[in-house]
């Protein structure tokens, strides 16, 4: 595995720069449904195997035999990982705050070692993302980030993204983004996008059923950015 | 060469010791690594070694198809080697034959030795080895470029695997062959080795040599494989821009 070496006696610890997701039981990731059976759903979270939702971790009264009303293939989910088993097996969840169906917006993928600069510290980079292009975001600990908003705004985002992704292990990463917003904002309304905007649209963007709640925007997930970003920054080059 | 028909054997060695593309017996030929040369796989390289062109893509771990070969207990290590039907002179067939399944099998089992399957069972590790342009030594070229791929991909593993083809060539020992050494010579030895164990993990022949022979090859060989781990740990560093004091592959 290429990454960086910690030695903390007796143990030694590679903390990667690549690969695939690694679960951990707590992450909340972003999925999309493979596989449709009578008591669960097949979820491709970006990890090595795919992870069963079993209809008694929705927020649903699902019927045996009826989980195809409610989740089908490809359809897009926010949900927690609650345990993993030395077989190797997922188990998700989708009941807890901000967990559930996510409707419309798009999804981009990036590398899940970038995801602690993406949230950025203390919620910085995302602030600074949401904050310029007035889009709805949802950053999954698997690399997934779920993005909705005007086209233009979604646009925006997804290059905002790229740029973490490739770059990412370089300084100054948060003024290079913001000034890539900056130079990228529409004409007519140049600079940050009005609170009062920004409020309208999200109120019309939050479906009113409590069945399908949508996750609001980095509100828990700087915490968790938070913490991977102090171990990084620990031991790494960063 | 200068030869007219096919039979006459070219002259491998020079009276000054020097060989056909006037290289020392215990050089190597050029080597370039790329690592994260695609951008689709969870792990890629591109080696150019010689005049041999490579690509390696790596994918997993992953769901396990076809499902009958997912083992309940550790990773399963998928390989399939391939050489592109314009690789060679003469139009290779395409698709799978003889030669290229044992190469597959044989990195593969390589490749079953360094990896630590056991933290993800029931999943596939998928290395696929295109060759693009071959001029002897593929299955070490391949083999370098899947191992760069894998660690390029995060997959945990004992070391990376350096591979280098040995042989006797006008009666001497010889590293590294080149199309027209390999063709002509009197042996061919491809290694790899797993540097900081000193162990071998691959380890073919094909011609004649005394145990003598074989035993001053393998010395060279291992040489040859130092060397080369060398150029592949340092083409993870700049595929992550890493100086050596931050980190390495481990």
């Given at each position: 595995m290429l990454g960086?070496?910690?030695?903390?006696?007796?143990?030694?610890?590679?903390v990667p720069l690549s690969g695939r997701y690694i679960p951990k039981p707590g992450d909340t990731v972003i999925g999309t449904v493979t596989d449709v059976q009578g008591t669960f759903w097949l979820l491709d979270i970006g990890a090595p195997r795919w992870a069963p939702l079993h209809m008694t971790g929705t927020p649903w009264d699902v019927e045996v035999g009826e989980t195809d009303r409610y989740l089908r293939v490809r359809d897009a989910v926010i949900v927690q990982v609650e345990n993993l088993d030395p077989t190797g097996r997922i188990g998700v969840t989708m009941n807890g705050e901000g967990l559930g169906k996510l409707e419309g917006g798009t999804i981009v993928s990036i590398s899940p070692a970038r995801v602690p600069r993406v949230v950025g510290r203390g919620g910085s980079m995302i602030q600074t993302i949401t904050r310029h292009t007035g889009a709805h975001i949802a950053v999954g600990q698997n690399g997934r980030v779920w993005v909705d908003g005007t086209p233009e705004a979604i646009r925006r985002v997804t290059e905002a993204l790229r740029i973490i992704?490739?770059?990412?292990?370089r300084p100054g990463l948060t003024d290079r983004v913001e000034s890539l917003l900056v130079s990228t904002a529409p004409t007519d309304r140049s600079g940050p996008v009005s609170p009062q905007r920004e409020s309208e649209y999200r109120d019309a963007a939050v479906p009113p059923t409590p069945h399908h709640p949508v996750h609001e925007d980095g509100e828990e997930e700087p915490d968790e950015?938070?913490?991977?970003?102090g171990e990084g920054s620990g031991e790494g080059p960063f | 060469m200068g030869s007219v028909g096919a039979k006459e054997v070219p002259v491998l060695l020079s009276p000054e010791g020097l060989r056909i593309d006037g290289r020392r017996l215990d050089e190597l030929r050029p080597i370039r690594i790329q690592a994260g040369a695609l951008r689709q796989a969870d792990g890629s390289a591109f080696v150019e070694w010689g005049a041999n062109k490579v690509m390696a893509a790596v994918y997993g771990?992953?769901?396990?198809?076809?499902?009958?070969?997912?083992?309940?207990?550790?990773?399963?290590?998928?390989?399939?080697?391939?050489?592109?039907?314009?690789?060679?002179?003469?139009?290779?067939?395409?698709?799978?034959?003889r030669r290229s399944q044992e190469i597959s099998k044989v990195i593969a089992e390589a490749f079953e030795s360094v990896v630590f399957a056991e933290e993800f069972p029931r999943t596939s590790i998928d290395v696929y080895i295109e060759v693009l342009?071959?001029?002897?030594?593929?299955?070490?070229?391949?083999?370098?470029?899947?191992s760069v791929a894998l660690a390029d991909a995060g997959i945990p593993m004992v070391d990376l695997l350096p591979a280098v083809a040995v042989g006797k060539v006008g009666?001497?020992?010889?590293?590294?062959?080149?199309?027209?050494?390999?063709?002509?010579?009197?042996?061919?030895?491809?290694?790899?080795?797993?540097?900081?164990?000193?162990?071998?993990?691959?380890?073919?022949?094909?011609?004649?040599?005394?145990?003598?022979e074989l035993a001053?090859?393998?010395?060279?060989?291992?040489?040859?494989?130092?060397?080369?781990?060398e150029k592949m740990k340092q083409a993870l560093r700049e595929r992550y821009a890493l100086t050596p004091a931050a980190g390495g592959a481990a």
């Open positions: 960086l070496l910690s030695r903390r006696p007796p143990f030694v610890q590679v992704d490739a770059e990412g292990q950015g938070d913490a991977s970003d | 771990p992953r769901e396990v198809h076809p499902r009958h070969l997912q083992q309940n207990n550790k990773a399963v290590i998928q390989c399939r080697y391939n050489m592109a039907a314009f690789s060679v002179d003469e139009r290779k067939r395409p698709g799978l034959d342009q071959a001029n002897a030594g593929t299955r070490c070229a391949g083999l370098v470029a899947a009666g001497a020992i010889a590293l590294d062959l080149k199309k027209e050494e390999d063709n002509f010579g009197e042996a061919d030895l491809p290694m790899a080795l797993v540097p900081q164990s000193g162990r071998l993990v691959l380890l073919q022949m094909e011609g004649h040599m005394s145990p003598e001053q090859s393998l010395d060279l060989g291992v040489r040859g494989c130092r060397e080369i781990y």
